[in-house]
């Protein structure tokens, strides 16, 4: 019974702090109406049915399933009834930090515009994030490299005339924008010949006043003081001779501007750079965690306690870890002989047995899935099997059927099971062990727990940090 009382204290505990955060985060999933709608995404990477859709940063609603039609993919969202959704809401795609988890944001649009119906599409606008960045630096980069090549071939081409003549075309085009500058400072001058002269005079003091500071034989003048000008001198030259020495390096092509300007394949390998940062972000957002434990009763054994973590890092492909709490499994037993001797020198054999039940067991497995089937292999419970698992998500059902080991003499373990979702993050599950003993050893399990997807577990996460 002491496992059943360490798991009844610890899901009580982390139910009061779900209950917490859905009050705090003002996370609705669960409490009042939704309207359904549509949106066709172009690309759908990263984006899972149950994600959360956001109004202004606060969660609104949620994605209930993602289909496939032709190249596209359309998305089936729902949005509380209290948030008016019109034809003028823009569904965009965002992500949370720089690698964070994406997730679709709603722009409302005009507040007086009538309620789009139910059911209808909602228009779609591209998102931002590194992702983006990294195509359009590449395309810069793109950009940047044929801009190069055009120049090159046109400083080294070999038609000279097609070059004079161009020349000749400009100087012609010159010379006739030069008359017509002479005709406009004619107007120009013309009945202003007194403001002229002023300005030329004004111009004359300026000349004398600048000459003056800079002769330096002059009292009280600039140059004449060349402890103080020399500092300043030495300044702009060291760097003009720096400036000097950068732009011939990059002249010649040293250094990452230069090579960037004059290399081709410096702008290839940056490229790629780009293009394998992309696909390692993408990998990364791919990445989903499923967090559950539960806690429960068998009806031979006692209290059970379980505690698994599901990584997903593609649709098809999933990892199973956990630990299980329960008396239920092997029993190591170890016999050792020792000799003690009695008072009158005879010797006496004793036999002492030493019973090891472990209480921990652990999973490690990995799996498959095709469609709503999965199958997994592994340690189940620190012995070696396989499963089988049937997936019903949209009425928040899994039904599995385990097959492995405890100990050479019983055979194998058969254990059914099936599991619910009573509401929001809230499950139960109900397990059949060994139902295939031929010595009655039956066993039942109920159990009651939290499931957290990874939108749970920041809602969660982000409480217990505030």
Avoid: C
């Amino acid at each position: 019974m002491n496992e059943l009382k360490v798991g009844l204290l610890t899901l009580l505990a982390i139910a009061s702090l779900v209950i917490v955060s859905l009050k705090i985060t003002s996370n609705q999933a669960g409490f009042g109406e939704y309207v359904t709608y549509r949106a066709i995404l172009n690309d759908a990477t990263g984006i899972y049915e149950k994600s959360t859709i956001k109004v202004a940063g606060i969660v609104a609603g949620r994605i209930k399933a993602i289909e496939l039609a032709g190249s596209q993919a359309v998305v089936t969202f729902e949005v509380l009834k209290s948030i008016k959704i019109t034809q003028f809401s823009i569904l965009r795609i965002k992500t949370i930090g720089f690698l964070g988890d994406k997730y679709l944001d709603i722009y409302l649009g005009d507040p007086n515009a009538p309620r789009l119906e139910e059911g209808q599409y909602v228009k779609v606008e591209g998102g931002a994030g590194f992702e983006q960045l990294g195509k359009n630096a590449a395309d810069v980069l793109a950009d940047v490299k044929e801009i190069s090549q055009a120049i090159k071939e046109a400083l080294y081409d070999k038609d000279r005339k097609n070059m004079i003549k161009g020349i000749m075309d400009d100087a012609r085009a010159f010379a006739e924008n030069a008359k017509d500058v002479s005709v406009s400072l004619k107007n120009i001058i013309s009945g202003n010949e007194g403001r002229l002269n002023d300005t030329i005079q004004n111009l004359q003091k300026v000349a004398e006043q600048l000459a003056y500071e800079t002769d330096r034989y002059a009292d009280g003048s600039l140059m004449n003081d060349m402890e103080g000008v020399k500092p300043i001198l030495a300044n702009v030259r060291e760097a003009t001779d720096d400036l000097r020495s950068i732009m011939s390096d990059v002249k010649s092509g040293k250094g990452t501007v230069g090579k960037l300007l004059r290399d081709e394949e410096v702008v290839d390998q940056v490229n790629e750079t780009l293009a394998g940062v992309n696909r390692l972000v993408n990998r990364i957002n791919n990445f989903k965690t499923d967090l559950s434990i539960y806690t429960g009763y068998n009806t031979e054994f006692g209290g059970r306690t379980d505690l698994n973590i599901d990584i997903v890092p593609s649709p098809e492909r999933f990892f199973k870890l956990g630990v299980v709490l329960s008396d239920y499994g092997p029993i190591n037993e170890e016999e050792t002989t020792t000799f003690t001797s009695t008072n009158g020198g005879s010797e006496t054999t004793v036999n002492e047995r030493e019973i090891d039940e472990s209480q921990f067991k652990f999973n490690v497995q990995i799996g498959r899935k095709i469609g709503n089937w999965g199958l997994r292999a592994g340690l189940i419970e620190t012995t070696g099997g396989v499963g089988f698992d049937y997936h019903l998500p949209e009425y928040g059902n899994t039904n599995f059927l385990e097959i492995f080991d405890y100990q050479e003499d019983a055979g194998p373990n058969i254990r059914f099971g099936t599991e619910f979702r009573i509401w929001n993050v809230f499950h139960t599950k109900l397990m059949a062990e060994d139902i295939a003993s031929k010595s009655g050893d039956q066993s039942y399990v109920i159990s009651a727990g939290l499931k957290f997807t990874d939108d749970d577990l920041a809602a969660l996460i982000g409480v217990l940090a505030n």
